[in-house]
Antibody
Framework: QVQLVQSGPEVKRPGASLKVSCKSS????????ITWVRQAPGQGLEWMGW????????NYAQKFQGRVTMTAESSTNTTYMELRGLTSDDTAIYFC?????????WGQGSLVTVSS | DAVLTQSPLSLPVNLGQPASISCRSS???????????LNWFHQRPGQSPRRLIY???IRDSGVPDRFSGSGSDTNFTLKISGVEAEDVGVYYC?????????FGQGTKVEIK
């Protein structure tokens, strides 16, 4: 069955960078984009962007452009999302999900806390 | 951006009673190929979202048939024919017709 398994929780200082991983299994990795979505505490879902796991092409939300980098490693079926220049507003659960428009399967989420 | 406005934001329902959630878009969600990329998700507390419905009305595998999606253009609805205890949580609509992908604010369903 399709599974997306994400890296564990992290605590970061303001100004630091975070890198969350998402390992896919149960399907052909390069057949689907991976989308990243985040959810601040008690808030709704926010689309961050996607990466084509086949070509490496990316499409980022304007809000994160210049601060986010998504990469994909087909040898390990793993996608990464790096976010730089962290502030307390980046405290959130970060989800990876399969597909650029379908979002049919989701990772378990990675809690990132930004605190001094 | 295509702004999705859900209503109501809070929906207390008695067990077994129907529930309906509206999702209205600031722009038509019909893509140039005629497909409407409007999905519905359910998120239980402490869990990841789960997709229920895609392309307006297609139910995902394993989703009970008490869930149905309908609508067109800018107005969409998710209906639960008879709410069960496991249906509590927050429901989100999402559009992927226009860049950027956007979500509704969420509707919290609880049992009265």
């Amino acid at each position: 069955q399709v599974q997306l398994v994400q890296s564990g929780p992290e605590v970061k200082r303001p100004g630091a960078s975070l890198k969350v991983s998402c390992k896919s299994s149960g399907y052909s990795f390069t057949d689907y984009h991976i989308t990243w979505v985040r959810q601040a505490p008690g808030q709704g879902l926010e689309w961050m962007g996607w990466i084509s796991t086949d070509s490496g092409d990316t499409n980022y939300a304007q809000k994160f452009q210049g601060r986010v980098t998504m990469t994909a490693e087909s040898s390990t079926n793993t996608t990464y999302m790096e976010l730089r220049g962290l502030t307390s507003d980046d405290t959130a659960i970060y989800f990876c999900t399969r597909g650029s428009s379908s979002c049919d399967s989701w990772g378990q989420g990675s809690l990132v806390t930004v605190s001094s | 951006d295509a702004v999705l406005t859900q209503s109501p934001l809070s929906l207390p329902v008695n067990l077994g009673q129907p529930a309906s959630i509206s999702c209205r878009s600031s722009q038509s969600l019909v893509y140039s190929n005629g497909v409407t990329f409007l999905n519905w998700f359910h998120q239980r507390p402490g869990q990841s979202p789960r997709r229920l419905i895609y392309k307006v009305s297609i139910r995902d595998s394993g989703v009970p048939d008490r869930f149905s999606g309908s609508g067109s253009d800018t107005n969409f609805t998710l209906k639960i024919s008879g709410v069960e205890a496991e249906d509590v949580g927050v429901y989100y609509c999402m559009q992927a017709t226009h860049w950027p992908v956007t979500f509704g604010q969420g509707t919290k369903v609880e049992i009265k």
